[in-house]
């Protein structure tokens, strides 16, 4: 039973910050890349960061690169995404994923192959 479950998405005002968690079971983290996408309504599934399986390397798409910061605790067999300064054009679906010992290389925001394990989502609405 490999799981990787969302939580933390919901409804915050423009300029406001979540953060996501994304909480394994059945397997551990230590040896996966973390990554994070996210679905907004009518468009297509976006890479949005990515944390390599040794916790040492990050990348982050143009458009949340500032904003966003994607962190793991390993102990609690947990990754995050800390969102601030939130746009409704962060509004979607945001799944986590994780990937066997990925560095983290190339474009994330079309890094989705290389991702073994996925969660269910967890939506966020960004709107006043």
């Known amino acids: 039973q490999l799981q990787l479950v969302e939580s933390g998405g919901g409804l915050v005002q423009p300029g406001g910050s979540l953060r996501l968690s994304c909480a394994a079971s059945?397997?551990?983290?230590?040896?996966?890349?973390i990554g994070w996408f996210r679905q907004a309504p009518g468009k297509e599934r976006e890479g949005v960061s990515c944390?390599?399986?040794?916790?040492?390397?990050?990348e982050y798409a143009d458009s949340v690169k500032g904003r966003f910061t994607i962190s793991r605790d390993n102990a609690k067999n947990t990754g995050y995404l800390q969102m601030t300064s939130l746009t409704p054009e962060d509004t979607g679906v945001y799944y986590c994923?994780?990937?066997?010992?990925?560095?983290?290389?190339?474009?994330?925001?079309?890094?989705?192959?290389?991702?073994?394990?996925w969660g269910q989502g967890t939506q966020v609405t960004v709107s006043s």
């Open positions: 994923a994780a990937a066997a010992y990925f560095y983290c290389g190339g474009a994330v925001e079309s890094s989705s192959d290389e991702y073994d394990h």
């Open positions: 059945g397997f551990t983290l230590d040896d996966y890349a």
């Open positions: 944390i390599s399986f040794s916790g040492g390397y990050t």
